[in-house]
């Protein structure tokens, strides 16, 4: 949860509010943290140093599947047409 201490919308009070709440029967929320930003500073703020965060969190909350068809293919250079064929192959049997 990011939360902006300049925030015309919301404010800290309710997000801590929130986050207590969230936090009642465990460990939902798995990250918190305020930021000097307004509202629309999340999506159009001159500092965005915090998206690293929000990255981080999901890779690793939320990561790609290991092995995705088309990156496989890349990596063991299967022409595409060819990795098309097996695909259409494997969902006709």
């Known amino acids: ?8 919308l919301g404010d800290t009070t309710d997000a801590r509010w929130a986050q207590d ?8 929320l798995v990250h918190y ?3 000097p930003a307004g509202h629309s500073s999340f999506l159009i703020g001159k500092d965005m140093a915090y998206f ?3 990255m981080n969190l999901v890779a690793e909350f939320n990561p790609l599947p290991q092995e995705q068809p088309l990156v496989q ?7 595409q ?3 098309l064929k ?8």
């Open 21 to 28: 709440e969230i936090n009642k029967n465990g460990t939902a």
């Open 86 to 93: 097996e695909q259409a192959t494997e969902v006709i049997e």
């Open 81 to 83: 047409k060819e990795l």
């Open 1 to 8: 949860m990011f939360v902006g201490t300049a925030d015309d």
């Open 33 to 35: 943290q305020e930021i």
């Open 52 to 54: 690293d965060t929000v």
């Open 73 to 79: 293919a890349i990596e063991e250079e299967i022409p």
